[in-house]
C-alpha cells in the first residue's frame, strides 16, 4: 500500500499535469491492492500467490466530450503521457448531452474498515485454517477445494472541481467445495475483519451438508420429453439469492439501463413492482456489507432505496447520468474510464425476515427444491429480468417438510421480478463475497437472506 500521503501526492501531480492543458474537467480514480491467495485442490495446498497492484485512471472531459486512459506505472512520465491520451481521445467521442453534475467536493480521509490483523494475516495463518477444513473433511470421507484470501487496498479520488477524498480497507474470504462419492457441496463466507470468520463452524455447516450426497442424486427429469417444462417452490440459499439480486440490480437499477429503457422499473416508479415484503437498498456505511464510504467520483455514500415494500423507489446515478436526468448522484459511480458502464450499487442491501432454513424446510409439504448457489447465470431478457442457469454443489429435493434426497442440476429459465413477487419467506440476511482472487479489489459485497419462492420455472437437467 502506498498511504494516504503518497496517494494525494500522485493525485495533487497529476491534475497539476492536467489542468496544464485546460481542459473544462479533469478526474483522476487511483487503486492500489495486495492481496494473498492460498488455494487447494485435491485437499491440498497448491499455490500460495500474492498481488501487489495500482491502476490509475484519468477521465478529461473537454467541450462536452469524455476521453479516458489508464495505467499502472506511477511515474509523472507516465501520468503525464495518460493525461494526453485521454485528453487526445476527446477528439473522437460524441458530444455529451449535459456536463457532469456534481454536488460535493469531499477533502480528506474518509475512514473504511481496515483490520491490521487481516492485512498481516500470513500464508501459515491461512495454511492452518485451511488445514482445519481439510482434516474434518477427510475425516468424512470428502475432498476438498479451496480458496481463502486476504488482502488490503486503498481508493483516493481527486478532481479539478476539488475533490480529493483518501480510504483503505481490508478483506477476508473463504469458498469452498467438498465432493463425495455423488455429488459436492459449497459454502462461502467473508469478514473486513478476519477474525469475525469461524473456521470452525465453517467447516461444520458445510460437511453437514455433505452428509446429504449420500445418495446417488435423482433426475426429475428423466422420462421427459425434449421441451417440457416443470415448476417447483424452491428455497435459495443466500448465495443463489444474492446471484439473482445482483443480476436484478444490474438490469434494472442501473440509472443508464433505466435512460436507455432497459429497465424493468421503465414506466413503474413509485409503483409496486414486487411483493409487500421485498425491500432493497444500497448503504456504504453499513457495517452488515462492507464499508465503501465514497464513490469512484468521491461522491459520499448514503442509504439508497430502489425497492421499498414492493415499490420502486430509485435508480442508480452518478454525476454524468446526474446531470442528464436533472437530479442528484446518488453515489454509485464507477469512476474514470467506466462511465460507459452507468452506474452500480456495489453495497447492495436486501432486507430479511424471521424464518429460518431449517424452518423453510420443515414448512414444506409439496415437492420443493433446495438450491445451494446457481452458476452459468444468464440474462435471457434484460427489461423482465429473465435470467437462465444452472443449478451448482448442492441440489435437493424437499418432500414433507424435510430434505429426501440430493437431484441431479436443474436449469431453469425465470424472471426475477416474477419470482420477488412471490415469495413466501425470508431468513435473516447475510454477506455473499466470492471474488475470483484475480485483479482490483474493492470493498463490496451483497447482503441477502435465504429465500422461499413459489413456482420457479425449470427447463431441464444436466443429465438431460
Given at each position: ?218 433426475d426429475l427429469f428423466a422420462g421427459k420429453k425434449p421441451g417440457e417444462e416443470m415448476k417447483f417452490d424452491v428455497i435459495l440459499e443466500p448465495a443463489a439469492a444474492a446471484e439473482w439480486l445482483d ?218
Amino acid at each position: 500500500m502506498l498511504g494516504e500521503k503518497r496517494c494525494f501526492e500522485i493525485l495533487k501531480s497529476g491534475l497539476k499535469l492536467a489542468q496544464n492543458k485546460k481542459p473544462d474537467y479533469a478526474e483522476f480514480l487511483l487503486l492500489t491492492w495486495d492481496t494473498y491467495v492460498t488455494r487447494v485442490a485435491n485437499s491440498q495446498i497448491h499455490q500460495n500467490v500474492a498481488e501487489s497492484e495500482c491502476y490509475l485512471a484519468v477521465d478529461i472531459i473537454n467541450n462536452l466530450r469524455t476521453g479516458s486512459s489508464a495505467t499502472n506505472i506511477l511515474t509523472d512520465e507516465s501520468i503525464r503521457k495518460t493525461v494526453d491520451s485521454a485528453l487526445d481521445s476527446t477528439q473522437h467521442k460524441a458530444e455529451l448531452p449535459s456536463a457532469l453534475k456534481l454536488d460535493s467536493f469531499p477533502h480528506g480521509v474518509m475512514p473504511g474498515r481496515f483490520s491490521e490483523r487481516t492485512a498481516s494475516f500470513s500464508p501459515e495463518d491461512r495454511a492452518r485454517w485451511i488445514k482445519t477444513l481439510i482434516d474434518m473433511a477427510s475425516s468424512n470421507g470428502l475432498t476438498t477445494s479451496a480458496k481463502f484470501q486476504t488482502g488490503s487496498g486503498e481508493i483516493a479520488v481527486a478532481n479539478s472541481k476539488g475533490t480529493l477524498a483518501y480510504t483503505s480497507f481490508t478483506d477476508a474470504n473463504i469458498s469452498a467445495i467438498l465432493t463425495g462419492e455423488h455429488d459436492s457441496s459449497y459454502a462461502a463466507t467473508a469478514s473486513q475483519e478476519v477474525t469475525e470468520i469461524d473456521i470452525d463452524r465453517f467447516s461444520e455447516d458445510l460437511i453437514s451438508k455433505s452428509r446429504l450426497q449420500k445418495s446417488a442424486p435423482r433426475d426429475l427429469f428423466a422420462g421427459k420429453k425434449p421441451g417440457e417444462e416443470m415448476k417447483f417452490d424452491v428455497i435459495l440459499e443466500p448465495a443463489a439469492a444474492a446471484e439473482w439480486l445482483d443480476f436484478l440490480s444490474y438490469t434494472g437499477f442501473n440509472g443508464l439501463a433505466y435512460l436507455e429503457e432497459e429497465s424493468f422499473l421503465c414506466g413503474h416508479m413509485s409503483e409496486k413492482v414486487m411483493g409487500e415484503n421485498v425491500t432493497i437498498f444500497d448503504d456504504g456505511n453499513n457495517p452488515a456489507g462492507y464499508i465503501f464510504p465514497f464513490d469512484f467520483e468521491g461522491t459520499p455514500k448514503k442509504r439508497v432505496m430502489f425497492i421499498e415494500r414492493g415499490i420502486g423507489k430509485n435508480v442508480a446515478r452518478d454525476g454524468l447520468l446526474a446531470a442528464k436526468m436533472k437530479l442528484e448522484s446518488t453515489g454509485h459511480s464507477l469512476g474514470a474510464g467506466q462511465r460507459h458502464n452507468g452506474a452500480l450499487p456495489l453495497n447492495l442491501m436486501m432486507e430479511g425476515g424471521d424464518q429460518s432454513l431449517d424452518f423453510m424446510i420443515a414448512s414444506s409439504e409439496e415437492p420443493t427444491i433446495y438450491v445451494t448457489r446457481f452458476h452459468y447465470t444468464n440474462i435471457a431478457d434484460r427489461k423482465e429480468v429473465i435470467l437462465t442457469g444452472m443449478t451448482k454443489d448442492g441440489t435437493f429435493l424437499v418432500e414433507k417438510g424435510e430434505i429426501v434426497c440430493p437431484i441431479v442440476n436443474l436449469r431453469y429459465l425465470q424472471s426475477v421480478v416474477e419470482s420477488f413477487n412471490q415469495i413466501e419467506m425470508l431468513s435473516d440476511p447475510v454477506r455473499v463475497h466470492d471474488p475470483e482472487g484475480y485483479g482490483a479489489l474493492i470493498p463490496s459485497c451483497t447482503v441477502a437472506p435465504a429465500l422461499k419462492i413459489r413456482g420457479v420455472r425449470f427447463i431441464g437437467s444436466t443429465g438431460k
